[in-house]
């Protein structure tokens, strides 16, 4: 039982948009933007959500900032 759910977790995470450092060879989809973050890894998981909805496969950070709460854009790729 425990493998079983093991591999349906594993399944449904098999689509989700990886951070990528080098995009040699990748298809530039467009961009997306977020804001409201509270910490990086808050920045992070929220550009991975946006780059999700927009079925990318990968994303690149290319800015991040901000005071009190941060804002921040990455590449999408398909």
């Not at 990528?20 to 409201?36: I, P, Y």
């Not at 973050?37 to 946006?50: D, P, R, V």
Request: glycine residues 8%.
């Amino acid at each position: 039982m425990t493998l079983l759910t093991g591999a349906l977790v594993i399944s449904s995470f098999a689509n989700a948009a990886e951070a990528v450092k080098d995009t040699s060879g990748l298809v530039k989809k467009g961009t997306v933007s977020v804001s409201g973050a509270t910490t990086l890894s808050n920045l992070e998981s929220m550009i991975k959500q946006e780059a999700d909805k927009q079925h990318a496969s990968r994303y690149k950070i290319i800015a991040a900032g901000g005071h009190n709460l941060l804002s921040g854009t990455a590449i999408i790729y398909q």
